[in-house]
């Protein structure tokens, strides 16, 4: 396992901490409340392990589903039982996906097609040829780290998110009492900046910190808070000590802030991971006034969508989950008011091979098809180029359907980034590579 700094200070916080259970590098936050003007959030979702795209936006013309069902094979969803698009006739959707059917038909969600990591346009012949492409395709730790960078290899070290805060942070939250990211999925290089650090979130830990002590945990907790003043001489103890104090901090700051926060009306689903973190993004948008931000940005996360076996299985209980999660925290935003200053986007490793395996599965692939939703978003549209179905075809890069993508995951990330304020003269700070690129915003927010 490689460890960088990153991995040392995750590590030594809960050293420094007493064990505290629950407490990330940057602080194991909960929720609060209320309102602040010129105010805008992006929330990611992560679909770790690479969700397969090709089950989830389906052709539902006669033409386009022929085309599927036949080379899908034993993966291929029966086309009565698909969601149909009424914007987008000619598409469907996994049946797991009512909520997000009824979102793209109301125009509060949109797709964009075929998108993927890419330094450089390519086409399936200049990337045979060996024309730039991202390293290490089609692997799952290379691909988690280059959605989240938007470089072209995973040994940058931070990610789009982190480097907007880097950006913006002269322009907005110049009061703020936390940073302007919060991950409610551990430590993740997309919300690490140059100059700026994310804070982290324990959904439904309102207390900032827990322990498994009982009585003990008071005292324990006391004791390494004053742990903490102790002067070791060791730069890294020292950096990790100033990190785990703020963590305390920011906990204090949201204790006190919740004291006046009033329950949300919506209802987010029970038993259900990505809803508790949405929830928790929910309750923390809920209190903005009070914590001086006007910008914010979240990332969550959902997983295992590697499916090298059982997918039809497997892929229908994830996005089931998925589907309610994400219209209960639009709900929220209507409820809150913010509904058109908050933009929530799918991201994942890669899509699935079109080609099935031997195991009722497939297999890492490119390309794939991905969630916008919100206020804000022009919805009930299909945005960037679907891929030919054709192994082989014009977009395969090999022989069994890994779609070369048509769009990036650079200009994905850029039309979001200026709809939160970044500027196009800012743009090349925050993604090196989208120079390269002939548009730089996709219009559907």
């Not at 086309?79 to 009824?102: C, G, K, M, R």
């Not at 809803?275 to 903005?288: F, H, N, P």
């Not at 991905?370 to 960037?384: D, F, L, R, S």
Request: net charge negative; aromatic share 8%; charged share 10%.
């Amino acid at each position: 396992m490689r460890t960088n700094r990153r991995t040392f200070i995750n590590c030594a916080s809960l050293a420094a901490a007493g064990n505290i259970l629950g407490l990330r590098p940057f602080g194991a936050l909960n929720a609060l409340a209320q309102t602040a003007s010129d105010y805008k959030a992006l929330v990611c979702v992560f679909l770790f392990g690479g969700n397969d795209a090709n089950n989830t936006l389906i052709p539902f013309d006669t033409t386009g589903y022929g085309q599927y069902s036949s080379l899908r094979g034993d993966l291929a969803l029966a086309q009565n039982t698909l969601l149909p698009l009424t914007p987008a006739p000619n598409f469907a959707l996994h049946p797991s996906l009512p909520d997000i059917q009824t979102l793209f038909n109301i125009n509060n969600a949109a797709f964009v097609a075929n998108v993927g990591t890419l330094v450089q346009p390519l086409t399936r012949a200049q990337y045979q040829a060996g024309q730039t492409a991202p390293t290490n395709l089609f692997s799952h730790p290379d691909q988690q780290l280059e959605w989240q960078n938007a470089a072209q290899s995973a040994a940058t070290p931070t990610g789009w998110a982190g480097r907007m805060a880097d950006v913006l942070g002269s322009s907005y939250n110049q009061g703020a009492t936390i940073p302007m990211i919060t991950s409610v999925a551990g430590d993740t290089l997309f919300c690490n900046g140059i100059s700026t650090t994310p804070v982290s979130v324990s959904p439904g830990n309102l207390n900032g910190a827990s322990c498994s002590e009982g009585a003990e945990c008071s005292a324990r907790q006391l004791t390494a808070q004053a742990l903490l003043t102790l002067d070791s001489g060791i730069s890294l103890v020292q950096a990790d000590d100033s990190i785990t104090t703020n963590a305390y901090a920011y906990a204090k700051t949201l204790a006190d802030a919740v004291q006046s926060i009033t329950p949300l009306q919506t209802v987010f689903p029970a038993k259900n991971g990505l809803a508790a973190q949405l929830k928790q993004i929910a309750q923390i948008i809920q209190v903005r006034a009070a914590l001086s931000v006007q910008r914010q940005i979240f990332f969550a996360g959902i997983g295992n969508f590697d499916t090298h076996a059982d997918q039809l299985g497997l892929q229908s209980t994830l996005l089931a989950e998925i589907s309610p999660a994400l219209a209960a925290f639009y709900n929220a935003t209507v409820e809150l008011n913010v509904a058109s200053q908050v933009t929530a986007f799918t991201m994942s490793d890669f899509s699935r091979t079109f080609q099935p395996n031997s195991n009722n599965g497939s297999d890492h692939a490119w390309g794939s098809h991905h969630i916008v939703i919100g206020g804000a978003v022009k919805g009930g549209q299909i945005y960037g180029a679907y891929p030919t179905l054709a192994l082989a075809g014009p977009d395969d890069s090999g022989s069994n359907g890994r779609w070369v993508p048509t769009t990036a995951s650079s200009q994905y990330a850029a039309t979001l980034a200026q709809w939160f304020g970044v500027s196009t003269a800012e743009l090349p700070a925050v993604l090196p590579s989208i120079g390269n690129f002939a548009t730089n915003n996709l219009g559907f927010v």
